[in-house]
T-cell receptor, first 114, second 108 residues
Framework: KAGVTQTPRYLIKTRGQQVTLSCSPISGHRSVSWYQQTPGQGLQFLFEYFSETQRNKGNFPGRFSGRQFSNSRSEMNVSTLELGDSALYLC?????????????FGSGTRLTVV | SQQGEEDPQALSIQEGENATMNCSYK?????LQWYRQNSGRGLVHLIL?????REKHSGRLRVTLDTSKKSSSLLITASRAADTASYFCATDLNDMRFGAGTRLTVKP
């Protein structure tokens, strides 16, 4: 079956702009989580969505937001981009509970803010 | 914020040797998972161990969990150059939190 698909793979934006990243989970997976990965901070949890509802949220400012659609696809949005937002953004999908099978990750979107 | 901390931060070994990575965490967990990441790519799930399990095997991987010490270890036996990657532990309670990772280099 198809894996987790993240688009676009690479993105270059200017400070102050906004950006929307997309994630299509594995068919049947209803939970989608987003992570930011940087060399200095490692993998930081952004938020988790399940059945179109945000279930958990990490310690990121309100400029970071997300949503999930009825087909489980998810988007995350970052407004008023800052240089420090440059990172690899990873999306992961799982069955309702990751307790048995873990997460399946996409290849990520590499965002560069200039 | 991160939950787990891997030790060591970096490990370099020769092909055929065993590699051991450790993970410590802070809160109670439902399960602990290990993932591998090749440079700049997504993470790949390796193995999951539940909080009521003490040891689990999968191929050349062996994971132990000590909930009293809030620690886990990942052993890769007979390592190969293809095992070169970063390895992360992740704890699952309300959501998944990852450690900073161990960078493993296996020299041919």
């Amino acid at each position: 079956k198809a894996g987790v698909t993240q688009t676009p793979r690479y993105l270059i934006k200017t400070r102050g702009q906004q950006v929307t990243l997309s994630c299509s989970p594995i068919s049947g997976h209803r939970s989608v989580s987003w992570y930011q990965q940087t060399p200095g901070q490692g993998l930081q949890f952004l938020f988790e969505y399940f059945s179109e509802t945000q279930r958990n949220k990490g310690n990121f400012p309100g400029r970071f937001s997300g949503r999930q659609f009825s087909n489980s696809r998810s988007e995350m949005n970052v407004s008023t981009l800052e240089l420090g937002d440059s990172a690899l953004y990873l999306c992961a999908s799982s069955l309702p509970s990751s307790s048995n099978y873990g997460y399946t990750f996409g290849s990520g979107t590499r965002l560069t803010v200039v | 914020s991160q939950q787990g901390e891997e030790d060591p931060q970096a490990l370099s070994i020769q092909e055929g040797e065993n590699a051991t990575m450790n993970c410590s965490y802070k809160t109670s967990i439902n399960n602990l998972q290990w993932y591998r990441q090749n440079s700049g790519r997504g993470l790949v799930h390796l193995i999951l161990i539940r909080s009521n399990e003490r040891e689990k095997h999968s191929g050349r991987l062996r994971v132990t969990l000590d909930t009293s010490k809030k620690s886990s270890s990942l052993l890769i036996t007979a390592s190969r150059a293809a095992d070169t990657a970063s390895y992360f532990c992740a704890t699952d309670l309300n959501d998944m939190r990852f450690g900073a990772g161990t960078r493993l280099t296996v020299k041919p």
